[in-house]
């Protein structure tokens, strides 16, 4: 019973470090997402994806990519880290349409 | 994307009371769905709203989706220390699920 699995749990990077926030599911859900959380601004979209081979961007795209190679996989890359990504990262999975979301733990991560 | 308005932003309450907390849009909601998110955690479902005028129950939270399917609320009776929590909604559009910025709910022993 995994569901949605995300690592790593915390992260410190240096300014200008790149990294790769790993995420996998193992329920076959089509649709993929990425979220930063920060206090008092909700969840934000940071990229999707509707299946393997297709990715799309959401609210807050700069500095991220992802990729989706996989019906499991969904790794979010950040090319060259800065401040303004400190944030908790969750990576959330579902089978679309009225479909519960379900999340990961997350990643909590700073950038000094 | 639809924007989603929560409020209240924080609301803070002694053990026993009853509270309710609301969602707005704008426009439409195609569906809602409710999440709670404790500390430390990733969000969790609570509700699907999907048709006008719907109610549903989970134990001692009620949900209700407006007639116009334009704002919904979440009513908890006699609350107890077990439902702080974050409290968000959420709805589907363009293959997105976008989220408003929740109702930070803390139950006071």
């Known amino acids: 019973n995994a569901g949605v699995t995300q690592t790593p749990k915390f992260q410190v990077l240096k300014t200008g470090q790149s990294m790769t926030l790993q995420c996998a599911q193992d329920?076959?859900?089509?649709?993929m997402s990425w979220y930063r959380q920060d206090p008092g601004m909700g969840l934000r979209l940071i990229h999707y994806?509707?299946?393997?081979?297709?990715?799309d961007q959401g609210e807050v795209p700069n500095g991220y990519n992802v990729s989706r190679s996989t019906t499991e996989d969904f790794p979010l890359r950040l090319l060259s880290a800065a401040p303004s990504q400190t944030s908790v990262y969750f990576c959330?999975?579902?089978?679309?349409?009225?479909?519960?979301?379900?999340f990961g733990q997350g990643t909590r991560l700073t950038v000094v | 994307t639809q924007l989603l308005e929560q409020s209240p932003q924080f609301l803070s309450i002694q053990e026993g009371e009853n509270l309710t907390v609301y969602c707005n849009s704008s426009?439409?909601?195609?569906?809602l769905q409710w999440y709670r998110q404790e500390p430390g955690e990733g969000p969790v479902l609570l509700v699907t709203?999907?048709?006008?005028?719907e109610v549903k129950k989970l134990k001692r939270l009620t949900f209700q989706f407006g007639d116009a399917r334009k704002d919904s609320s979440l009513h908890i009776t006699a609350a107890q220390p077990g439902d702080t929590g974050l409290y968000l909604c959420?709805?589907?559009?363009?293959?997105?699920?976008?989220f408003g910025k929740g109702n930070q709910v803390v139950v006071i022993p």
């Open positions: 959420a709805n589907r559009g363009n293959n997105r699920l976008a």
């Open positions: 959330a999975s579902s089978s679309g349409g009225t479909g519960a979301a379900f």
């Open positions: 994806s509707v299946g393997a081979g297709i990715t």
């Open positions: 426009s439409v909601f195609s569906s």
């Open positions: 709203v999907v048709t006008g005028g």
């Open positions: 329920m076959n859900h089509e649709y």
